[in-house]
């Protein structure tokens, strides 16, 4: 596994020395966002990540390696490219064998993460059950990785356009602790409110950062969420928002969307009947994820030194 794990310098000397770390994705850049407010986020992610004691690891796929922390020039090929693959789980292989550069979803940020040590993961929202997935049996790859993979990932909650109570029940039947970080309502992504609770309601990083070791302590595999929401000043509301999601997937059906192209299709759809609204609190929900991740890292890591 080593010969294809590849790490800046800063993430190496962080995680020798035991210093927090924080992973973050890239199919935020590459498929998330447009063109240069992806790189400006990118950027200044990394930055709150560090002005929070610790260390950001962005994660990506090139020239047969999987990155682990990018180069500035390597953040903006992610940021401009226009020929980069989505990366889950089952795409490693290829990818790495073609040497082609792919951009890592939840689900292969998460597989990587771990790989190099890295325990916790800040992203925007995470994928689930799409609605009607009873019929189509569109269930994201995060999920089943969430079930197995010993990484806490901190999120505004799952993307809106999802079955958000079929997504938590699938959560709940893989073992998936829901933290709600200074909430007991389960997030929307775009929305502070879903109508779900979460599991456990923890109010400070060293809560946190206690039950992610004692989880894994107990020899407990799997992830866990840290449901975040998005700062109330940039919140859009739970109605309206619905609403809209409603009209982008009406129109997705309308024109046979599917697969992997629904929800870049709705986001860009829902970005379109909110006139740029959600873009903003999109960049807003993961500053603010950033903030919270680096801050239960430093917590998590402090846990497992004293137990050394």
Known sequence: MKQYLSFTEEVRHALEN???VVALETTIISHGMPYPQNIEMAKEVEQIIRDNGAVPATIGIMNGKIKIGLTESELEEFATNKSVEKVSRRDFPYLLASGKIGATTVA???IAADMAG???FATGGIGGVHREGEVTWDVSADLTELAQTNVAVVCAGAKSILDIGRTLEYLETQGVPVVGYRTSEFPSFFARESGFDVDFR???????GTLMHTK???GLNGGLIIANPVPEADALDHKQIEAVIQQALHEAKENNIAGKKVTPFLLDKVKQLTAGKSLQTNIALVRHNAEVAAKVAVAYQQAVNETK
């Open 202 to 208: 923890l109010d400070t990083p060293e809560e946190v």
């Open 216 to 218: 894994w302590s107990l």
């Open 118 to 120: 890295i325990r916790m």
């Open 18 to 20: 035991h210093l927090p």
């Open 108 to 110: 292969a940020t998460m």
